[in-house]
């Protein structure tokens, strides 16, 4: 028993050690800003993007290119340059396969209505199991909305931590 709680401690103590013998004491913001931008331009170039510039507007267009400055954003046609530098997060707008995901949901949702009609009474009218079916095919339009029909939200700041 002895034994057991010495090594405990002693393995304890040697975690604590190299935990601040070989932690990370300062990162480098801009060198996180770097790679967040090329994995962005690999990931998502030719894609439609949204972001808020400078002067607060929202601009939205095809991401053609990244540069260590600008993004090269297509715009009706025409290719714009937009700076970089004071843009932290970049949006990406829902994409057809979102919407697919929230019919699928509310389908699912009509379903488990009227099966659970039909659990909770063996012979329903069939007033009864429209409705019931009505409300969980809204209420699994609404759910699937919320969770899958959204701008996904890309961090390219360099700060690790909000």
């Known amino acids: 028993m ?3 709680y010495s090594m405990k401690k002693k393995l304890l103590w040697t ?13 480098n913001s801009y060198e996180v800003r770097k790679i967040r931008l090329e994995n962005f331009k690999e990931n ?13 507007r929202v601009v939205e267009g095809v991401l053609m ?15 714009t340059p937009y700076n970089h530098k004071n843009i932290n997060v970049v949006y990406l707008p ?12 509310s389908i ?7 099966v659970a009609t039909i659990i909770a009474h063996p012979h329903p009218n069939n007033g009864a199991s429209a409705s019931i079916s009505t409300i969980g095919t809204i209420l699994g339009f609404v759910l699937g909305k919320k969770t899958f029909y959204k701008p996904q939200k890309i961090d ?5 931590r909000d």
Do not use: H
């Open 2 to 4: 002895c034994f057991a």
């Open 94 to 105: 829902p994409v057809s396969e979102d919407l697919y995901m929230v019919f699928g949901i």
């Open 15 to 27: 975690v604590w050690f190299f935990s601040f013998a070989f932690s990370q004491i300062k990162t």
């Open 156 to 160: 390219i700041s360099g700060r690790l």
């Open 65 to 79: 290119e990244v540069t260590d400055s600008d993004f090269i954003i297509i715009i009706e046609g025409k290719a």
């Open 44 to 56: 998502y170039k030719g894609k439609s993007v949204r972001f808020t510039d400078k002067n607060l």
């Open 108 to 114: 699912l949702g009509g379903l488990a209505g009227y």
